[in-house]
């Protein structure tokens, strides 16, 4: 079921038409309107590098449509298995998923979890990716070269996530924050970490404005995801005072 100006992924092919009640039409851009993720991670960290916490993941758009569609016809469980990522669903519980039904809404996906071995402890530091397992794990453009234009939705991803360290460490050091963006608007790739007493905030908003490049602009992407990789693959370095 789609909601209100929200078209199948199959309907999108750049420019739609506007029927208006009298008869007349208009062309209209079908990606004016974004889809989006966006996850929020609130987590405690203890000193033996155990992990616990929540995550929220909100879908809206043509995103919230592919979800419940892959929703339906199959179990929680299997569900849960394909969205979760792999290296939390031995440590996930009280899975839950709100508007399931409404297509009118935003799509919610919620549970907890609590993870073991979160984070390498050497000594009286503490190392750690800044996303912890939301960080991109590959990129999805690994050829050299490509042939043929690059299909995709337009989108904003956005993930936050709010941790609180173990008592007595502080940041270290953390990775810098950056600005990236595409040529002519197209994209763009925010990151940036906040740390105040033994609290550690780390934000990215990752945007791209256009559903299709050439094969020309291949090596383009390709290098902006690369950079995204990099960052968040970069640690934070927390160390006992």
């Known amino acids: 079921m789609s909601a209100l100006n929200v078209l199948p992924a199959r309907a999108y092919n750049g420019q739609g038409r506007m029927i208006k009640p009298e008869g007349t039409s208009t062309e209209i851009n079908l990606y004016n309107n974004h889809s989006g993720q966006n996850y929020l991670l609130r987590g405690e960290l203890t000193a033996d590098g155990v992990l616990t916490g929540s995550i929220s993941h909100k879908y809206t758009g043509l995103e919230a449509l592919e979800a419940r569609k892959s ?14 990522p792999q290296e939390l669903l031995d440590y ?16 919610l996906e919620t549970y907890d979890f609590e993870i073991p071995q979160a984070v390498s402890v050497v000594g009286d530091k503490m190392y750690m990716a800044p996303l912890l397992f939301l960080k991109l794990g590959e990129n999805p453009y690994n050829r050299e070269t ?4 690059v299909d995709q939705e337009t989108f904003v991803h956005a993930i936050s996530v709010n941790l609180k360290l173990p008592e007595g460490y502080t940041v270290e050091t953390a990775p810098e924050a950056v600005k990236m963006a595409l040529p002519n608007g197209l994209g763009t790739y925010f990151f940036t970490t906040t740390s105040s007493g033994n609290l550690l905030n780390v934000m990215v908003r990752f945007t791209l404005n256009k559903p299709q490049f050439p094969a020309e602009d291949y090596a383009v992407i390709k290098d902006f995801y690369n950079q995204r990789l990099i960052k968040e693959n970069e640690k934070v370095v927390l160390v006992k005072t």
């Open 146 to 149: 490509r042939s043929y234009p």
């Open 71 to 84: 929703i339906e016809g199959q179990s929680l469980e299997n569900y849960t298995n394909a969205i979760v």
């Open 92 to 107: 996930t519980h009280n899975f839950k998923i709100e508007n399931k039904e409404d297509s009118e809404e935003f799509l």
